[in-house]
């Protein structure tokens, strides 16, 4: 398959089923989010948004998980982290988040991190979710799912959304 007929595949998914990957969580709580980002291709993308509220208890797994599943993605249970584990998620001196790059209790090695800045610094919990999405190894064609990430922190105060597809 040549890579015009991917992209057009692609393309084709994604004008008749979704408007964008992970493009839903736009609307999760608008007047809360603070940072954005979101770099879309034919051969893959990134998508990361962040939330912020004074209040604690604003974002819970429940709420997320439900969001998240009402747009089709299916979601795991949490899994908690610690501030001190947060330590270890950096690259280049720089927070990132490092899920879809290796495990979570050691320090990344890919420079593909650098694209997933990390906003959370305290106790937290992650959510990994299915988002019928798939990224693809260059060069192999192998293909693992594309995971959505719902970050966030447990006092309830800051919520981060990770998504990444295609060709990583």
Known sequence: MTRATVAMVV???????KASPAGFWTAYRPE???KQHSDQGPWGGTR???WESQRAGTFTASEATR???SHGWSCQEPTPHSAEQMKLWQYSGE???VLPFGPASQRPDDHGVE???RFIDDDSM???CTSGWTRVKPGSGSTTPAHGYIHINTVGTRMTV??????Q
């Open 11 to 17: 393309l084709m998914a994604v004008s008749c089923t």
């Open 32 to 34: 809360l989010i603070r």
């Open 48 to 50: 990361w948004i962040s």
């Open 67 to 69: 969001f998240a599943a």
């Open 95 to 97: 927070p990132v988040f």
């Open 115 to 117: 694209q997933l800045p």
């Open 126 to 128: 992650t959510i990994t």
């Open 162 to 167: 990770y998504h990444l597809w295609g060709e």
